[in-house]
């Protein structure tokens, strides 16, 4: 846990986590903090470090917000920053080309009840998801 909280530190928590569980073990937030930029919601994983940044700080780009996945480098240009199936929010899922409400709450179901996401084709198993939507959100999608 790192940036505008008030005791900065390594939490080790009972899973599953989200991001409000981290920010309560590190005695809340600062008055600074970004809360507009920060999912409350989004599910941490082992390791995972939680950079929350101050104002408009840039968040460093080894930390990443929750649910957001850096940009890659490809050649020397930038792609567009990845969308963290394991971590993605309802909004961010429907912001995906043929994934609309329903399709996006299902996606987050089958996550929530048979677990992370291991690889991009895993997304098969949700109801209504097949070989032609996963060709449309191969390239924007990514399991780390």
Avoid: C, W
């Avoid at 609309?100 to 198993?125: P, Q």
Wanted: hydrophobic share 40%; net charge neutral; glycine share 10%.
């Amino acid at each position: 846990m790192k940036g505008a909280v008030l005791k900065p530190g390594v939490y080790q928590l009972i899973e599953p986590v989200i991001v409000n569980d981290v920010i309560k073990a590190a005695g809340g937030l600062q008055s600074t903090s970004a809360t507009h930029r920060v999912n409350f919601a989004a599910r941490m994983t082992d390791g995972q470090v939680l950079y929350i940044p101050n104002g408009e700080e840039v968040v460093p780009e080894i930390f990443p917000l929750p649910g957001i996945s850096n940009e890659r480098e490809n050649g020397g240009e930038k792609q567009q920053s990845l969308i963290n199936l394991n971590q993605a929010t309802l909004a961010e899922l429907q912001n995906l080309p043929g994934i609309g409400a329903k399709r996006a709450a299902d996606i987050i179901a089958t996550r929530e009840a048979k677990g992370a996401f291991k690889r991009i084709e895993d997304l098969r198993t949700v109801s209504g998801i097949g070989d032609k939507t996963l060709a449309k959100i191969s390239e924007l999608i990514d399991v780390p």
